[in-house]
């Protein structure tokens, strides 16, 4: 069983849920996070996990020396709509997931988990399968689309156990107002038009 998980992403809305829940269950859990980060959403259990700040100088040694069993990469660089047609701003995802996989070869027995999304599929007007044509519309889901490759080749190279995991939206506790779901609930509470 894992019992050590590196997260990217952990001061956001999907990774600090998921630290939140290992957390509650006993695992190690090491957040990678940016010097800037806002820690509002880990409070609860931000003393429970070992912090390593990203593009600091040994990040990367930090990592492998905490010998995680399984990482969780949460993060992405230019998820608001804004940034998901700038090309270089999804690109840089690629560089991140790259120095991942880097370490994921190192450790012992290091299973992968990718976040990828809806995006990968474009535009969706009938149920949707993993089957389903990836058809993306812009840079955010063609970089989703070409890191979950990237990710799919690299581990079957280094005998990596891997997972990518494409979500659609979600909603709850902590998530940012400016999304569509706490966006269209202020309307409605708010009775604007």
Known sequence: MFKKVLI????????SAIAKKLVALNYQVAGLKRESSNLWRCSEFEGQITWINHFSENWKENVIAFEPDFIVHAAWSGVKAGNRE?????????????????IAAKAKDCCFLGLGS???????????SENHPLIPINAYGISKILVAELVQKYCELYNIKWYWIRVFSVFGEKESDDWFIPYVIRKLINKVP
Do not use: C, H, K, W
């Open 118 to 128: 809806q995006a990968e599929y474009g535009i969706l007007e009938r149920p949707v």
């Open 86 to 102: 700038s090309l270089p701003e999804q690109l840089i995802n690629v560089m991140i997931v790259g120095d991942l996989l880097e």
């Open 8 to 15: 990217t992403g952990i001061s956001g809305f999907l990774g």
